[in-house]
């Protein structure tokens, strides 16, 4: 299938399940489980998002895989896994904060950040009422308008993405490695979501974006996205990012900011 046609189905599901998650975020939300530590939750929006995911990608891609956030892995038959998160950014959510999102993407080969090959994806922010598509080759995009990455500038003069992870030794060592740096970039920005973080970045309104701890699910639209607007998306020591590090950005500021992070014992 082109990419052109993955990608017309990765944004319409991700625009359905949107609508269904600002409805439910209407109807009001409550915490359902939690994860990895108890700051860590699940709500039963974000099953009921995945679910109409889930069932709308095996109508249209049967035999396709399927890695999501809540309802885990099921391999397929094609080379292709469709990898989702159903709600990135559930504590905004929860909140009422519009920094949440849809994220789809469909990737070939194995749904792992360091070897697959990412074809399409879409990130939907119904509470900012943005809709943002990359397919490989094809560009990224808003609303139909292309997208770029800034120009890099010196560490100094760059606005910084990043997150903090759920897990309290890891969270830690983000706040050690932060304080430090604080002095070394224009600001830090925490904005609780990590596809909104990288889309943000490929519309060009941040400079670089890092984070420790990311899952597949977390960062595959968003790293087509600034892909696809001109950025590099890497790891600490690897050319491609693993759940150690990603880094993203254009590449002259992503690698004064590894450097960076590589002196402060990121």
């Known amino acids: 299938m082109a990419h052109e046609d993955l990608l017309e189905i990765a944004r319409d599901v991700a625009r359905e399940a949107g609508e269904l998650a600002a409805r439910l975020r209407r109807e ?25 995911i889930r069932s709308r990608l095996a109508d249209l891609r049967p035999g396709d895989g399927f890695l999501g956030e809540e309802s885990g892995a099921e391999r397929g038959t094609t080379g292709l896994t469709w990898v989702v998160d159903p709600i ?49 080759g094809g560009g990224a995009w808003l609303e139909g308008r292309p997208l770029r990455v800034r120009e890099a500038v010196p560490l100094d003069r760059a606005l910084v993405a990043t997150g903090f992870h759920y897990t309290q030794a890891i969270r830690a060592n ?29 519309a060009g309104r941040l400079d670089a974006y890092f984070e420790q701890g990311l899952n597949p699910w977390d960062q595959a639209a968003g790293a ?10 890497r790891g600490l020591d690897e050319e491609r990012p693993t759940n150690r590090m990603t ?3 254009s590449a002259g500021v992503v690698e004064e900011l590894r450097a960076a992070l590589l002196e402060l014992g990121a």
């Open 28 to 52: 009001g939300v409550e915490v359902a489980a939690t994860k990895s530590s108890p700051i860590d939750i699940v709500t039963a929006a974000d099953r009921a998002t995945e679910d109409l």
């Open 88 to 136: 990135d950014g559930t504590v905004n959510y929860l909140y009422g904060l519009p920094n949440w999102s849809v994220s789809i993407a469909v990737v070939e080969g194995d749904p792992d950040p360091t070897t697959w090959t990412a074809l399409a994806g879409a990130v939907d922010a119904p509470a900012l009422g943005e809709l943002y598509t990359a397919s490989a």
């Open 174 to 202: 983000q706040a050690r490695v932060a304080q430090p740096l604080l002095a070394r970039v224009r600001d830090l920005r925490r904005a609780g979501g990590a596809a909104i973080d990288l889309a943000y970045l490929a």
């Open 224 to 233: 087509l996205l600034v892909q696809e607007a001109g950025g590099v998306v």
């Open 247 to 249: 880094i993203a950005g």
